[in-house]
């Protein structure tokens, strides 16, 4: 066994080298982070919906971004502008949700 603190190499309780007490357990703490690989969003719905209500921003209600979706609403899908855009990005499979996940085929 190997002393946490200095590293020596021994089978006592103690460090002969140190003294620190060696055989205490430490607690091992586990954490599943387990991030999924895409969105529970699916890309064909959110292309279906920016193809016919884009200018309103209804995609974007959908993926969760209600901030854009409301700017979108005011002005008219950035003047047509972002709407062709994000049909673009959702046909290439690049458009994210609202936790930057891409979405599903």
């Known amino acids: 066994?190997?002393?946490q603190k200095c590293g020596t190499d021994h089978t006592s309780k103690f460090?002969?080298?140190?003294?620190t007490v060696t055989n205490q357990q430490t607690p091992q703490i586990v954490i599943n982070n387990t991030i999924p690989a895409f969105s529970p969003k699916?890309?064909?719905?959110a292309f279906v919906l920016c193809f016919f209500f884009g200018i309103f921003g209804v995609h974007r209600f959908y993926v969760g971004k209600i901030g854009t979706g409301i700017v979108y609403i005011l002005t008219?899908?950035?003047l047509g502008i972002g709407w062709i855009i994000?049909?673009?990005?959702?046909l290439l499979g690049?458009?994210?949700d609202v936790n930057g996940l891409f979405l599903k085929n």
Do not use: A, E, K, Q
């Not at 460090?15 to 003294?19: E, L, R, T, V, Y």
């Not at 699916?42 to 719905?45: A, D, K, S, T, V």
């Not at 994000?86 to 959702?90: F, V």
């Open 1 to 3: 066994m190997y002393c």
């Open 42 to 45: 699916y890309r064909w719905i």
């Open 94 to 96: 690049g458009f994210r």
């Open 76 to 78: 008219g899908g950035l």
């Open 15 to 19: 460090c002969p080298n140190c003294g």
């Open 86 to 90: 994000d049909m673009i990005t959702i």
